[in-house]
């Protein structure tokens, strides 16, 4: 492994031409960093989802468009010599707009991967730019190039060996001699065909890169000083994180820290690369390490939430000294691709949650699952849910762990409690109405 680095910028810190100047002195500041993955600016992706998801008038697609030209404009406007890539840039929103209007945009999910990496695109074209600006030599890479997925569109998955030697062959004699800025969330299926690996998924690029060139570390700059105790848009009295094990980041990442994306931790775990997550507009205020070991694993870390979550319980008389039932459930489960966070079992019914933010692809495939499971078993489906998980390390053997939590949040009704299977976690299902709350009170009791 050698001492190399990836760093991946959010949309908030390439959001304008101020803040991209900023992550080009991080970037240029690091020597070892050779590659650098960006995000769409702030904005774009929101509105590229309405034109992907939502049916408009050729008016309102002008609109929409337009909205876009001017955030990339501003950036386009300040650099000293915007000749250099504006004509690059055009042909992007040209084809940005041509994809906005082609009439099967709101009905096909490669027509949709095609028009959601334009932010990207565009995004990395301007970084390039402003990187040479500041001196320093930088290409403007096509991660469709390298980044091999399946043809899953919108939730791709990564062809791991295919990637590492397309890296080996076509990116890493680039790095040889620029820094390297390409696009997060972005691949390509073996036809050449424009893929994304969900949303979040720019964090996941980058420590795929990382594995890929056999980087030692790999930094996500985003707009917050590291990993917190919690969410500090709940509580003020949230604080940084100086280091996390990657057990309790995967654990956090799961379970609703939103600075990291879960399948960050994969390739990171793999290869044993430190993973620093930071502020690109206070790089000088530190972060949060992320490695294998810890100088210190306390029994509480952080208190996370996952939003919008289903429970469903399945029942059956059958099910009693049945065998077979619950690979029947969960066979179905698996057909659909769902992951299942939390499970609990009793002798006739079996009770999990699943993922269901509104509009996404899980939204649509639980409604397909739920029909299949009620062939074959009574099902109940309860809405409006939250995840709150307290993260930490022994959980199950420290003594005086479970007592804490419990005491913290009495007077709350806990619909589900999952406990023991993991060290690292202790995870509730509540009201999404009580969640917030529930968040602040461990929060006090654990961390204040």
């Not at 600006?133 to 890479?141: D, L, R, T, V």
């Not at 390409?182 to 979040?200: C, H, P």
């Not at 931790?265 to 294998?292: H, Y």
């Not at 952080?302 to 429970?311: E, H, M, S």
Request: proline content about 3%; glycine content about 4%; aromatic content about 6%.
């Amino acid at each position: 492994m050698s001492s190399l680095n990836v760093a991946k910028f959010g949309g908030t810190s390439v959001a304008n031409y101020e803040t991209i100047n900023n992550c080009a002195s991080i970037v240029i500041k690091n020597t070892n960093t050779k590659v650098m993955v960006v995000s769409a600016a702030a904005g774009v992706t929101n509105h590229l989802v309405l034109l992907a998801n939502t049916a408009l008038t050729s008016e309102q697609i002008t609109d929409v468009v337009e909205n876009i030209r001017k955030i990339e404009f501003a950036i386009l406007n300040k650099l000293k010599k915007p000749s250099e890539v504006e004509d690059k840039l055009f042909a992007l929103l040209d084809e940005l707009e041509k994809l906005a209007r082609h009439e099967e945009i709101n009905y096909r999910d490669d027509l949709k991967d095609a028009l959601m990496s334009m932010g990207e695109r565009m995004s990395s074209l301007l970084c390039a730019a402003i990187i040479r600006e500041q001196g320093s030599p930088a290409i403007n890479f096509d991660i469709r190039k390298v980044l091999r997925t399946d043809s899953k569109f919108t939730e791709a998955t990564p062809d791991l060996s295919n990637i590492k030697a397309l890296v080996k062959q076509l990116l890493i004699p680039e790095t040889e001699h620029h820094i390297v800025v390409t696009q997060g969330f972005v691949g390509a299926d073996e036809q050449g065909r424009t893929t994304t690996l969900g949303r979040g998924g720019s964090d996941f690029t980058a420590a795929l890169i990382a594995e890929a060139i056999g980087a030692s570390t790999c930094e996500i700059w985003t707009d917050v000083i590291g990993v917190y105790t919690t969410d500090p848009r709940i509580t003020d009295k949230a604080r940084p994180l100086p280091e996390l094990s990657f057990e309790e980041a995967a654990e956090m990442a799961t379970f609703g820290a939103k600075v990291l994306h879960p399948a960050t931790m994969e390739p990171a775990l793999r290869q044993n690369i430190q993973v620093f997550v930071g502020s690109s507009k206070e790089p000088d205020k530190g972060g949060t390490w992320i490695r294998r070991d810890c100088e210190n694993e306390p029994a509480f870390r952080a208190v996370t939430r996952r939003k919008d979550q289903v429970l469903v319980t399945v029942k059956t008389p059958k099910m009693m000294y049945a065998q077979g039932f619950l690979e029947r459930v969960f066979s179905i489960i698996a057909k659909h691709e769902l992951s299942v966070d939390l499970i609990t079992t009793s002798e006739i019914a079996v009770s999990f949650t699943l993922d269901n933010p509104p509009n996404s692809m899980s939204e649509k495939m639980n409604k397909e699952t739920l029909v299949e499971l009620s062939n074959i078993c009574e099902v109940s489906v309860e809405r409006d849910f939250d995840v709150v998980t307290v993260v930490g390390n022994n959980m199950h053997s420290e003594a005086g762990v479970s007592s804490s939590i419990f005491s913290a949040i009495a007077d709350f009704n806990l619909r589900m409690i999952c406990f023991g299977a993991n060290v690292h976690n202790l995870s509730f299902v509540v009201s999404n109405s009580d969640s917030e709350d529930i968040v602040k009170r461990l929060h006090k009791a654990l961390f204040e």
